[in-house]
């Protein structure tokens, strides 16, 4: 729908916004993609000058969902990266439409330093939080409950997926409508007729 460069520069509308976050590469794009079944869409905002902007994409009517810059770009000048993560973490603290945030982390990794940090500002809110364990068609049987575990070290909420086959996305899905049912602005003159 759009992109801003800035908590200022965030679309004045009413939807309830769900973000995702991740680590450069941790398959961010991949699984906004399938999410939504629309192969380009998140690659959209790895078109240069996009990387570092908020990404708006529509998903239905009543929510939009939100691809956050990534961190940890080998690439990235520091000086680049900081205003990034400031920027993230203003969007994160102070958008009033945010309503749950979906850490995108490599099954097959530990989560890191930033995963902790974010789960932490967001319990603090009260928002919804989601850990997507991504890649997990290359974890084997034994290996799947190790990486459940270790990811729950962040947070309860654990849904191991994968963009090539498909599997756990359903489970998000849910959790998003979910999200999205429970902040959904009541329909103009609902709560005149329920009083
Ligand atoms: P992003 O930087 O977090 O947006 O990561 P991408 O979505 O671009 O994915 C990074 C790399 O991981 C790409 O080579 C993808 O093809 C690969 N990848 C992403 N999701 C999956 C997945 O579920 N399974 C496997 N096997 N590879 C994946």
Same mark, same amino acid.
């Given at each position: 729908?759009? =992109?801003?460069?800035? $908590? ?9 916004? @769900?973000?995702? *976050?991740?680590? =450069? ?10 999410? &939504?079944? *629309? ?7 790895? &078109?240069?000058?996009? &990387?570092? $902007? $908020? ?32 920027? *993230?973490? !203003? ?28 789960? !932490? ?8 939080? $989601? @850990? ?9 049987? =034994? !290996?799947?409950? &190790? ?11 654990? @849904? ?11 489970? @998000? ?23």
């Amino acid at each position: 729908m759009t =992109s801003a460069p800035s $908590l200022a520069g965030c679309p004045r509308w009413e939807l309830p916004e @769900i973000a995702f *976050t991740g680590r =450069s590469n941790a398959g961010k794009s991949s699984l906004i993609n399938a999410l &939504t079944a *629309t192969k380009g869409l998140a690659r959209t905002s790895k &078109t240069p000058g996009r &990387t570092r $902007l $908020l990404n708006f994409f529509a998903a239905g009517e009543y929510l939009a969902l939100v691809d956050l810059p990534g961190y940890g770009y080998a690439r990235m000048p520091e000086v680049e990266a900081t205003k990034v993560a400031a920027m *993230t973490s !203003e969007y994160l603290d102070s958008r009033r439409n945010l309503i749950a945030l979906v850490v995108v982390i490599d099954a097959r990794r530990a989560p890191e330093r930033e995963e902790f940090a974010l789960v !932490e500002a967001m319990a603090q809110s009260g928002r919804g939080i $989601l @850990i997507a364990g991504t890649k997990c068609d290359k974890l084997k049987r =034994s !290996e799947r409950a &190790t990486a459940s575990r270790r990811l729950a070290q962040l947070s309860r909420d654990v @849904i191991l997926c994968s963009a090539l086959d498909n599997e756990g996305l359903d489970d @998000i899905r849910r959790r998003l409508l979910e999200w999205s049912r429970e902040n959904a602005p009541h329909p103009r003159g609902a709560a005149a007729k329920e009083s």
